[in-house]
């Protein structure tokens, strides 16, 4: 076996390094640009495509952080499910006397894909926020509190991270072309 004996890879080095220490703050700003970008474009698609209440729901459990040293961004959302409530409208009917009475709930986990369940009701629960229940025909109060304490769950709709999973295909192109807008726009300074 033969061995080459190259002269000059230091210096081969050192010119890459110098090369890459050059273009890292330009890299840098472009993969921060990129990265609020992303973000804003995961909350404005998640909230077109999930059913959630409120947008400002969305934007406080999604972040996002830059690690200058490795030159790498990450968008991160809460993994805790989303309490039913965060997708549901009240639905009312017509009593018997005229009046207005409660009707269970409509509630829209996708977008535009209303599903009416009909025995559920809201609470506030032990840690102050509403709570879900549903309650199946011929199910009395009393009855249904009691199975309650004996393990019923409460209903919950998907998190904010499966929905940025859900939308993550649809925000990849348009985030890679603006990284490579705000690179050409940052290396060019």
Request: hydrophobic letters at 35%; charged letters at 30%.
């Amino acid at each position: 076996m033969a061995r080459i004996k190259i002269e000059g890879m230091e210096a081969v080095t050192k010119e890459l390094n110098r090369i890459r220490d050059a273009q890292a703050p330009a890299i840098n700003r472009a993969i921060e640009d990129s990265v609020k970008f992303g973000e804003k474009a995961a909350v404005d698609a998640i909230f077109n495509k999930y059913g959630f209440n409120s947008k400002s729901y969305v934007e406080n459990l999604i972040s996002y952080s830059v690690d200058p040293r490795n030159l790498k961004g990450f968008v991160t959302a809460r993994y805790r499910s989303s309490s039913l409530t965060r997708f549901a409208s009240g639905k009312k009917r017509i009593g018997k006397n005229g009046r207005s009475r409660a009707d269970g709930h409509i509630i829209r986990s996708l977008r535009n894909e209303p599903h009416w369940f009909k025995g559920t009701f809201t609470f506030i629960g032990r840690n102050g926020n509403f709570v879900m229940y549903e309650r199946h025909r011929g199910e009395k109060w009393r009855t249904f509190k009691q199975a309650k304490d004996k393990g019923i769950k409460a209903k919950y709709g998907p998190s904010v991270l499966q929905a940025f999973r859900g939308v993550e295909e649809d925000i990849e192109p348009p985030i890679i072309k603006h990284l490579r807008e705000r690179y050409g726009h940052h290396a060019s300074r």
